[in-house]
């Protein structure tokens, strides 16, 4: 039985590692279960956290937002509804703020009352309803043109050069025979004839308007007779092409000699046509709308190619030969009508001379830009140079030139706001400065643009609402004094002013 013990002994042994080894798997896989369980649960919490997290920044939005509705609400209109909204949603700790409403007693803010409908029901009035009907007095309205030229006149082959206010005076001739109204042409003499010894067919109506050349032969040596008649005097416009008409360089003893009762005149009796501050606007359009055809090719790349403004050889002289010196240095084609010129000697510029108005504004077609270089102000030629697609690169000086109504001072100060790619502004004579505008005007293009205040529409308006009108003279025949008629006219150390 001996020879059994060692095999009881190992069996012991065995079995004791075989329950140990039992316990300890057993054990591990308690452990192992415990950490498991113990992570699950740590992630549950984790998990939990951000759940409430998200649930109160959630909360927060949602309350903003609330609170943002009802923001609106008063910013739209009714307060009334926005206090229902915050008391309905209970903000901040649910409160109501019924209770509230309720102490403050706020009014109730109605509804506004619904618009009309804006659908047109009928169609819109002409331009100009006078069209085709005749003066009060049943006859044709007549317009007189004192010293103006026609359109025909303009466009016709008459030597001589053509001016700013040949210009004008041709797109008025040509819109006002548009209108309906018969336009007559005077001398100054035959002028002065009318208002001192034939005054009766201006104050009986059969002549509508007369319209002046020149503030100083609308007016000068007629005072005497204007003053004691105001229903003369109200259908008399003098034009005045530089605008700004500015009354501060004469004396009381100037205007009393020219005109006895210089407090005659109102602001209609001085007209310009371009806006401004002291003047009554009578605008122009760029003949080229109505005399060419715009082509495809306006919108092509233009060449390097510029037009100096100015048919006088002065404007060349100083720094406006070094503006043009510089821009030719610089690779750009330039051209000029002036002839003969003393200064373009030596500066490689293409000379044409004048050329007849319709052959000039095609002329303008082949350019990127036109430039000033300080005179003549306010020309017609940027407006046509932008209905055919060339930019206008414009001097501006602190003194020297007529402010516009924005005050920019410039050679023509009119469009100086018009900006780029239209109109880029430079100092007069900074030759740097103009090449610089030069080479954005050759790459920002465009086809056309005129600007709305001189647009065929707004001289229509203008026409009708000046000249044709059939209230002119309303105050004037009612034989009240001129002071309450507004006629407000120069006086020492004034200016007009627009009521």
Not at 124 to 133: I, K, M
Not at 224 to 232: D, Y
Not at 339 to 353: E, M, T
Not at 354 to 376: C, T, V
Request: proline letters at 7%.
């Amino acid at each position: 039985m001996d020879f059994l013990r060692p095999r009881r002994a190992a069996l012991s042994v065995t079995g004791v590692a075989i329950t140990l080894f039992c316990s300890g798997a057993w054990f591990g896989t308690t452990l192992h279960r415990d950490v498991e369980g113990r992570r699950h649960t740590a992630h549950t919490d984790w998990l939990t956290n951000q759940l409430h997290a998200l649930s109160e920044e959630l909360a927060l939005v949602q309350q903003r937002e609330r609170r943002a509705t009802a923001v609106n609400v008063i910013r739209d209109r009714n307060l009334t509804d926005a206090l229902d909204v915050l008391a309905n949603q209970r903000v901040k700790g649910n409160v109501s703020l019924l209770r509230f409403r309720e102490r403050t007693r706020l009014p109730t803010i109605p509804p506004t009352a619904a618009p009309e409908i804006l659908t047109p029901t009928r169609p819109l009035p002409p331009a100009c309803p006078a069209v085709g009907r005749p003066a009060p007095n049943g006859k044709p309205r007549v317009v007189m043109f004192v010293g103006l030229m026609s359109w025909e006149r303009y466009y016709s082959d008459e030597p001589g050069s053509r001016s700013g206010e040949d210009y004008w005076s041709a797109s008025l001739d040509w819109t006002l025979r548009k209108l309906g109204c018969a336009v007559e042409h005077l001398t100054y003499d035959q002028y002065r004839d009318l208002i001192r010894s034939k005054s009766d067919r201006v104050i009986s109506g059969e002549i509508h308007r007369v319209l002046v050349r020149g503030t100083s032969f609308a007016f000068e040596g007629l005072g005497e007779v204007l003053s004691h008649n105001p229903r003369v005097l109200c259908r008399i416009s003098a034009l005045h092409f530089w605008g700004n008409y500015d009354v501060e360089n004469y004396t009381e003893e100037q205007w009393s000699a020219a005109y006895p009762s210089f407090k005659i005149f109102a602001a209609s009796n001085f007209v310009s046509p371009y806006p401004d501050a002291k003047t009554l606007s009578l605008p122009y359009f760029p003949h080229s709308l109505v005399t060419l055809e715009n082509s495809p090719s306006l919108l092509a790349k233009r060449p390097r190619r510029g037009f100096v403004l100015g048919k006088a050889c002065k404007y060349f002289d100083g720094s406006g030969q070094r503006v043009v010196r510089s821009l030719v240095r610089a690779g750009f084609e330039m051209h000029t009508t002036a002839q003969g010129c003393k200064s373009l000697r030596n500066v490689s510029v293409f000379a044409h001379g004048e050329m007849s108005p319709r052959k000039f504004s095609k002329f303008l077609q082949q350019f990127a830009f036109i430039i000033g270089l300080g005179d003549p102000i306010l020309s017609p030629t940027p407006i046509e140079g932008l209905n055919s697609g060339a930019a206008f690169i414009n001097p501006i000086a602190t003194a020297g030139y007529p402010t516009n109504y924005n005050n920019l001072f410039g050679q023509h100060g009119a469009i100086a706001h018009l900006g780029a790619p239209y109109v880029y502004n430079y100092a007069v004579g900074d030759a740097k400065a103009a090449v610089a505008a030069a080479e954005k005007a050759v790459a920002l293009r465009f086809a056309s643009y005129v600007p709305a205040s001189l647009r065929p529409e707004s001289v229509v308006a203008s026409l009708c609402a000046m000249i044709v009108d059939d209230g002119t003279c309303t105050c004037a025949l009612a034989n009240v004094s001129l002071s309450e008629c507004g006629g407000r006219g120069p006086q020492p150390n004034s200016v007009i002013v627009l009521p």
